[in-house]
Every structure is written in structure tokens, then in C-alpha cells.
């Protein structure tokens, strides 16, 4: 009975073990003309990297993406996901960001090695299940993604004429107390998106941040927030435009204003990812370093 309860598994592409074993390298799959998952549009893509883990095991680093094709230029909504192919034909994983915030009700994702189409089975949340097979087409020079290696966070600000202030991963908070008159306050406060811990090549990716400032008629000229994104390495810059809150010196004042940026991930090399701007006594809260990993 075991027997055959095996084999009608295999039949559906589910088997305990692998009955062909996966191989290391790059899974993709588009759902252009595909009856599978109908709840997804026809510009889902999605991009898996298996690399081979411990006692026949692999890890498993992947994307999925949407285009939005009203938007000019077009921009790819990117969640990325990770997880383990077990050496039974089992995968768990978890979803990790959706337009880089967090997902908290609905992070796991599962399925298996599809002995049957020799690909990997995934049952996303609310969508349905997709299986992702080898895809020769793809570059040898577009074989991998960048990870996320390093992650440093800016100096805290010494406290100056009445500013104090911190810097965390993704925030500057300054705040200013006259202590010859409580009436003459000010709070600056930057905040930064967090990026993804994966980028894969090709896709499009959006960072932002705000800029707040609250700041007493008595405050001087040019006090302010500024909240920005640089870049270096292999990544390209197809949207900049930084937010700034505060007193300008023409005494204009500006109480909170949001930050937009776009970037197309490239492959290879190294990428750099700074969040940068400041207020009157800190600076630039953090650096992303990005590893390619081949394969």
C-alpha cells in the first residue's frame, strides 16, 4: 500500500526524495501565456538561485516581480523570499519584502521539487502555487543576485549649542532646547527606507524617506532636514528626488516633505546603497554593502 501511495505521489511530481536530483543554478518563470496561478498578471516574473547546502540539501534566494507598466519608466513592485529545498523534495521559506516593507500576516511560503516538470513548486500566499524550471536563455553574466554583506551605521552626533540628537539604521533625530528660553525649541527628524537584503539583476527598486521639521517662530534661518540616496557600483539611478523640511533662509518653512528614488540593479561587482543627507549636527545614518553572488 506504501507502494502505491509512493508512486501516485511521483505521478503528481511530489516524491519523498528526489527522483532527479536538482541541480545548482538559476530558475525562472513568467506567466506570460501560462495557465498557471491565474490571480497573478501577465508581467509576474519570478527568479530562483539554488546553491547546494548540507546532506544534499540547497538554499534557495529568489524574486518575484511586477511590472508596472503606467508608470514612466516602468517600475517592478520586488519582493524577494528565501528559503531551504530539502534533500526529501521539501521547500520552506519566507516572504521577506514586498516594496521594501516588511510582511508580517503573511511571510511563509512552501512547496517541493517537481520530479514531473524537474523544477520547483511554489505556493505563494493568496496567489496560488507556480513551478519555476531551468531557463537556458538566461546570460551567464545574469546568473546570480547581490546580497546584503555589510551594514554600517553612522556616527551619533555630539551634542552642540543646545542640539542633541541620534542616528540609528535608518533615522536621525535632532532635537534643540534653549536653556535660556523654554519657548525656543526645534525638532528635526529624518527617515530612511530600509532596502532589501537581496537585489536581483534586472529589477527596479524604490527607496524613500521624510523629512519633518517642527521648529519655534524665535529658531534662526536654515535649520533643517535633508533625507537622500547615493549609490555607487552596479546599479543605475533612474529616479532623485530628496526631501527637505525646515526654515530656509528666505524664512520659508517647510514641516515634513517625503523622498523618492528608483534604481535598476545591474550584475556583478559590488554595490553601495547610502543613506545620506542630515540635519544641523548629524549626518548620514547608514551604508548597505551589496556582494554579487554567482550562479
Not at 153 to 168: D, E, R, S
Not at 204 to 226: C, F, N, P, Q, R
Request: aromatic share 10%.
Amino acid at each position: 500500500m506504501r507502494n502505491v501511495i509512493l508512486l501516485a505521489l511521483c505521478a503528481l511530481g511530489v516524491c519523498q526524495s528526489f527522483a532527479e536530483p536538482p541541480q545548482a543554478g538559476t530558475y525562472t518563470y513568467t506567466n506570460a501565456g501560462s495557465s498557471q496561478a491565474q490571480t497573478m498578471q501577465a508581467t509576474d516574473s519570478f527568479r530562483v538561485t539554488l546553491t547546494p547546502g548540507k546532506n544534499g540539501s540547497f538554499g534557495v534566494v529568489g524574486s518575484w516581480s511586477l511590472a508596472d507598466e503606467l508608470s514612466k519608466p516602468p517600475i517592478s513592485h520586488f519582493y524577494s523570499f528565501k528559503g531551504t529545498l530539502s534533500n526529501k523534495g521539501t521547500f520552506k521559506g519566507t516572504l521577506l519584502w514586498p516594496d521594501n516593507v516588511r510582511v508580517e500576516d503573511a511571510r511563509l511560503i512552501s512547496g517541493f521539487w517537481n520530479t514531473k516538470a524537474n523544477g520547483l513548486t511554489i505556493t505563494f500566499p493568496a496567489m496560488g502555487a507556480i513551478t519555476l524550471t531551468r531557463n537556458s536563455a538566461v546570460t551567464d553574466a545574469k546568473l546570480g543576485h547581490f546580497v546584503l554583506t555589510k551594514t554600517e551605521v553612522g556616527q551619533q552626533p555630539t551634542p552642540y549649542h543646545g542640539w542633541t540628537g541620534t542616528v540609528t539604521t535608518t533615522g536621525l533625530n535632532e532635537s534643540y532646547l534653549d536653556p535660556g528660553d523654554a519657548n525656543r525649541t526645534g525638532s528635526l527628524v529624518g527617515v530612511w527606507d530600509t532596502p532589501p537584503s537581496v537585489l536581483m539583476p534586472g529589477t527596479i527598486i524604490k527607496l524613500g524617506g521624510t523629512a519633518t521639521a517642527k521648529l519655534s517662530k524665535s529658531m534662526g534661518d536654515s535649520v533643517g532636514m535633508t533625507v537622500r540616496w547615493t549609490t555607487a557600483g552596479s546599479i543605475e539611478t533612474l529616479q532623485s528626488k530628496q526631501a527637505y523640511a525646515g526654515r530656509a533662509a528666505s524664512g520659508l518653512v517647510d514641516t515634513t516633505e517625503t523622498a523618492q528614488f528608483q534604481f535598476r540593479i545591474g550584475s556583478g561587482g559590488t554595490i553601495m546603497l547610502y543613506a545620506t543627507g542630515g540635519g544641523n549636527i548629524s549626518r548620514n545614518p547608514c551604508a548597505y554593502t551589496y556582494t554579487w553572488v554567482a550562479g
